[in-house]
């Protein structure tokens, strides 16, 4: 099964399943060292440029969205 797979599965379950998924996943993480951290979220990172990239969505600059989101802000 391919974590694409899994992930389609796994967010099928009830909402208390997946936070008990979500725990022992997150628990999991803790024994790694400070370097297997560093390149799992180099990995994901790298994943979600991609998955950015391939929407062809124009992106917006850093200052437009702490500007709109300070004005939502009051």
Known sequence: ????EFETEALKFGPSARAR???KLLESLEVLSDAENLQLWAEEAQRR??????????GHAAEDVFRDARARLG
Request: glycine fraction near 6%.
């Open 49 to 58: 440029d991609e998955a950015w990239d391939a929407t062809g969505a124009p």
């Open 1 to 4: 099964m391919s974590i694409d």
């Open 21 to 23: 998924l979500a725990a």
